[in-house]
């Protein structure tokens, strides 16, 4: 490491030679072995300068001081070097007092980490393999005929397994659908049929109906799935795979407040969407015509209860079979009842064309209570309508809208994965497969395995087909990734995976039940066995490691150890206080750098470290940042609890249960546990994180200089 060729870029513009001497961080490249340049604009032109070094072999690794590595970073991807960025602009030019000491000493620290980081990281070298360019479909409903035919139009072979003896799903049950263009009048008839000849034409579709999935192993590029068809056991390998499993209705039994299943005059939405496809709309109890038919949203006080979730679906749905009712009997009146009535959109559109109808009344109301009548029709008692307090009415039909329940659980013929952490996607709090971040949809937590429709979330028709195009652009990039040895989301395109140095290892088993993804299985002897293209190259293995033998090429606790090691501590000087931050790079970096571009200011007293997620940090790392004599270790993180939005689903959680360790060490060290603090940063805190910063540098303050300055 030591012989290393490395060079060190001193950018001196956008403010930076205004705040710090550009002279003195030049003189501390030097005194590294850095071959040293500066420029006021190594974005620009001068970029040349460093691509020339690194083709001439004059340089091997690139420390670039100058902007945030979140921005420019297609000029600093330099092909034959490793390339670190040191934040002098936003986190330092922009946030501290221009001029100052301390503000100088964050540079140069700065400096120092960046050359440490670039003097021991090494090239990754990318996992590749030969990689099946196939696509597996499961379902056959409007999403995944949707998905099946853009990857198939795409040049990828696609297999479509269905658990019904037809494709079409839900669509073949359906009278009609809502309008999709302006101006959203009229019901247009369902094409699923159309659809579904032109996938059985495509000469790369193989569509096995009837049929399951008995397993899938594997990772991406190389997914071995085994199906259970009428034919037999059939094998295949895959690349990707679309989970678009469709949904189911909510069991009856949770609305019987309402009468159904007690008064056979109350049916659901999917009965009366099939009694429409018979062109009648009827009274179950004597088949007579419902001349007056009254629609529930069942979305009152009560009913989260039973589906904590709603949507714009039963919205439009309702909407939709009103105009069902008037259309199949012009002299029927159709009443719906509503608490909050969604048509996102241009379906406002369609919203104000039911409307305009004279035969549909729609109101907000809550069903206080429901009777039947000597003749079976329905006695409905209302409160907060539109009509007045007390409202009743006496109706042939009361419709519920059906709960759309997804179809996520193996038993309902999803996958059965051979996975060490379990045969099931990771479903969200609502039983959705989707991701745990807002940012990354169609992504499942097992890396390769998209989600699309109704599996997704509750969805209509037009939208289950934008969804199954989405997710078949997502399996064939997946595909294509690994094939590159490129990780996907949200570290898109890292040819970094961990190595792990198994002579060490303990068998404790962390590593693989830690991991978000189920990248590591367990061998025979209780080993963790790598998936590299299901990893998506966070670190929480490394985290986790009580023996530290996880590592990246580019990222490891050896690396970050020697970067902590290399910040200059004032011995003895509580005037001059140090701490270190383990800051996010997903939300908390780019915080700092957003309060930066705001030019907020925030202490000078604190060094800031990216991580790749806070569930990455080994406690190892505390222990040496205190130990090396900083005053206090700040861990900045996502945000945890119910809606969390970890980009690598629960960084900030493990990080919590890791806390109690590192608190036991400081103990045995003799050092009071708060000089560890917890920060919880969302990306949208920027504003505050200053005044937050300065809280916790005074707490740190407060508790007074590490008295292990020095050894």
Not at 56 to 70: I, L, N, T, W
Not at 124 to 145: E, F, K, S
Not at 527 to 540: D, M, S, W
Not at 599 to 617: F, K, M, T
Request: charged share 20%; proline share 6%.
């Amino acid at each position: 490491m030591a012989n290393k060729k490395v060079g060190a870029y001193i950018c001196s513009g956008c403010s930076i030679a205004g705040a710090v001497d550009v002279e003195q961080l030049a003189a501390l490249g030097a005194e590294a072995g850095c071959l040293v340049r500066k420029s006021p604009a190594f974005c620009l032109e001068d970029s040349r300068l460093i691509r020339d070094d690194v083709a001439e072999g004059a340089v091997e690794a690139v420390v670039v001081a100058a902007c945030s590595p979140r921005v420019n970073t297609d000029v600093f991807r330099i092909p034959g070097a490793t390339v670190e960025r040191v934040n002098l602009r936003e986190q330092v030019a922009w946030s501290h007092p221009a001029g100052h000491p301390e503000t100088q000493e964050l540079a140069l620290d700065y400096l120092r980490m960046g050359i440490m980081r670039a003097q021991r990281v090494a090239r990754p070298q990318p996992y590749t393999q030969a990689n099946t360019r196939a696509v597996l479909v499961i379902g056959g409903g409007i999403a995944g005929i949707s998905a099946a035919l853009n990857a198939a139009r795409c040049g990828f072979r696609v297999v479509v397994v269905e658990k019904q003896e037809e494709l079409g799903g839900w669509a073949n049950r359906l009278y009609r659908q809502f309008p999709k263009r302006f101006p959203y009048r009229g019901l247009p008839p369902i094409t699923v049929v159309e659809q579904v000849r032109e996938l059985r034409a495509l000469p790369n579709v193989a569509i096995h109906c009837g049929s399951s999935v008995e397993s899938i192993e594997g990772e991406p590029g190389r997914f071995k799935v085994t199906l259970r068809t009428a034919q037999g056991t059939v094998e295949d390998t895959v690349g990707a795979i679309i989970a678009a499993t469709g949904w189911q209705p909510v069991a009856t039994e949770k609305y019987e407040r309402y009468g159904l299943g007690v008064y056979p005059n109350v049916t659901t939405s999917v009965a009366l969407e099939e009694m429409a496809k018979r062109g009648v709309v009827a009274r179950p109890s004597d088949g007579g015509p419902a001349r007056r038919v009254l629609f529930l949203l069942c979305d009152g006080r009560g009913d989260d209860a039973h589906l904590p979730y709603g949507g714009n679906v039963s919205s439009l749905v309702a909407l939709k079979q009103a105009l069902y009712v008037r259309e199949l009997n012009p002299e029927a009146l159709a009443y719906l009842f509503y608490g909050d009535i969604q048509t996102p959109g241009q379906y406002e559109y369609f919203y104000h064309a039911v409307q305009a109808d004279p035969g549909v009344l729609l109101s907000q109301g809550q069903v206080e209570r429901i009777s039947e009548t000597h003749d079976h029709s329905l006695a409905v008692e209302l409160s907060g309508t539109t009509l007045g307090p007390g409202t009743a009415l006496e109706v042939d039909l009361v419709v519920l809208a059906s709960g759309m329940a997804p179809n996520t659980a193996t038993s309902d013929g999803a996958l059965a994965l051979r996975y060490l952490q379990g045969q099931e996607l990771p479903v969200t709090k609502f039983g959705f497969a989707d991701s745990n971040f807002i940012c990354f949809p169609y992504e499942t937590r097992r890396t390769g395995i998209y989600s699309a429709g109704a599996a997704r979330q509750a969805m209509d028709l037009a939208a289950a087909a934008r969804d199954g195009r989405a997710a078949a652009l997502k399996a064939m990039q997946s595909i294509e990734k690994s094939s590159a040895g490129q990780a996907v989301h949200p570290r898109v395109g890292d040819m970094s995976y961990p190595g792990f140095f198994m002579q060490k290892c303990t068998s404790c088993g962390r590593c693989t039940q830690e991991c978000p993804f189920g990248a590591l299985e367990l061998n025979e002897k209780r080993n963790p066995v790598l998936n590299p293209n299901r990893c998506r190259r966070c670190g929480i293995c490394m985290g986790a490691c009580p023996v530290q033998i996880i590592s990246f090429a580019d990222y490891s606790v050896d690396i970050l150890s020697a970067m902590i090691k290399s910040v200059e501590i004032p011995e003895a000087d509580g005037e001059k206080p140090r701490i270190l931050a383990l800051a996010c790079e997903n939300d908390a970096y780019p915080a700092l750098d957003m309060a930066g571009i705001n030019r907020l200011e925030y202490p000078a007293s604190i060094r800031v470290l990216p991580v790749r997620c806070i569930g990455s940090v080994n406690s190892v790392l505390v222990t040496d940042a205190v130990s090396r004599g900083f005053d206090g270790v700040a861990l900045l993180g996502c945000k945890s609890g119910e809606d969390y939005q970890c980009h690598f689903i629960h960084g900030s959680e493990l990080l919590e249960k890791r806390m109690a360790n590192m608190r036991e060490t400081l103990g045995r060290l003799m050092l009071e546990p708060e000089r560890v603090q917890v920060v919880e940063v969302a990306i949208a805190d920027y504003a505050q994180l200053p005044s937050v910063l300065n809280k916790l540098a005074d707490a740190i303050n407060e508790v007074g200089p590490n008295p292990m300055k020095g050894f």
